[in-house]
């Protein structure tokens, strides 16, 4: 119903008797709306319907951006859009009703048909709190920056009663000691144990059903008796038993996934959990009618506390531990294997073990997770080096920055500083940051405030021109220290800048003037 159409027909109902309550509930608006139109003349109404065609709305500033994201995904949701919207406007406040119009009069006007592929489930009833966690697989194929294909791989949790979610990504398949791991994860996002777990029938956990006496593979057993976890897993063909998983693995394909460019597994699981906090446990839910972060804050209470830390079960059996060297090495048979930056100041020992295909496996005993793997060579006293642990890659870009700016006082400041020099050098932001993270390691807060500070004030956004202004600020407390206090200060020459007078000019040799001479020469 349009809004003269509506206008036209609270006209008729009031002139025929009714009350505005009444027609109202006949016309299934809101009383307010029955007033406002009562209020308005027909030359009122005309000219405000002309309004609407021709006002900004709220939206309009994003047009062009969703409305290539329509053309170029015709299936894609309103809600994604909000979503991405959101991502990459923080600040932006818009309600889900107006991004939904907004969406349909896009289709509408530029003819964008949306693509859909429904699926059916039943319903089924609340679980009381603290009941029942649900947990499922799934994969989606991304496109990279190189627009090759990837698999990726995830495992998703879901509390059933506050629809509070949990997940994590790998770019390789699962194996039973990736869930285990999982599950500890989600246990610690979570902040503790439902009383029951239900699964799919998948080969990690279930070997066989055996007439309702589950079968367990040999790892996931001993985690279950460790834990002391209810397992309650779904017959075939029966995916209603778990639907609000299955509703879940769908909304993290279609609103988190689907069209998003993969770079790699760390910024992938970080964007993951923005995503699960900007949306996915804070949305309204459909059927609740509630956001799961507020019920969750109610369910908690009823989880059971997780107390004890386990080790969790790895293959690595018949396996030594080898000390972690401050370069980041461990050694093994008279040679050196090379370890992700920051390991030294993580773990004082690994576990290591060789493969049946000579390979050396360096991995965390408590846990189970691979930290490196390297070919063994033939000979001796070799450095055996993985190019990829030249940087910290344990981290994505943005935990990083939040790292190193958290290393000084004024947190705001330096934030923005930090994020100045990640569009100037973008390409370069890991070396950058780690320059900068070496000089808070090596200067007290006082002197890196004043170097953010003069540094922002010339406009000096590099790690090396923070590094220089750092070394300028010690040099010039160590002067200050040896002068007399009663001594007059004696203003720079021609008041130049006393750090302009401390700066050298850089040199050249000779022989590059005289490279360039023959150059023009020629």
Known sequence: MDKWEMYMEIQQLIKKGFSKSKVAEKLGISRSTVYRNLKRSPS??????????????????????????????????????????????????????????????????????????????????????GEQVQVDFGFTKQRTINNKEVKLSFIAFVLSNSRYKYKEWLDRPFTTEDVIRAHENAFKWFEGIPRELVYDQDSLIVVSENGGDLILTKEFQQYKDTRRLNLRVCRKADPESKGRIENVVGFIKHNFAKHRIFHNIDSWNEQGWQWLNRTGNYKVHNTTKKRPVEVFSLEKQHLRPVIQKINIINKYENSITRSVHKDNTIRYLSNRYSLPLGTFSKYETLGVKESEDQYLLIYIPETGELIAKHKIPDGKGQLIKDRNHTRDRTKGIDAFLDTVANQFKDKEAAYKYLTTIREKYPRYIRDQLQIILRETKQNNEDLLSAALHESVRRKLYSATDFGDIVQYIKRQRQVHDTVNDNAENVSPINSLSSWIMETEAPKREVDAYTVLMEDDSQ
Do not use: F
């Open 44 to 129: 009122d109404m005309a000219e405000w319907v002309e309004t609407l065609q021709t006002r900004r709305k709220k939206l309009d500033t994003h047009k062009e951006l969703v409305l290539s994201w329509l053309r170029e995904h015709p299936d894609m949701s309103a809600a994604q859009v909000q979503d991405w919207l959101q991502e990459r406007n923080p600040s932006l406040e818009i309600g889900e009703s107006t991004v939904r119009a907004y969406v349909r009069d896009l289709r509408n006007e530029y003819k964008i048909e949306k693509e859909t592929s429904p699926r059916e489930y039943e319903a089924i009833p609340d679980s009381p709190m």
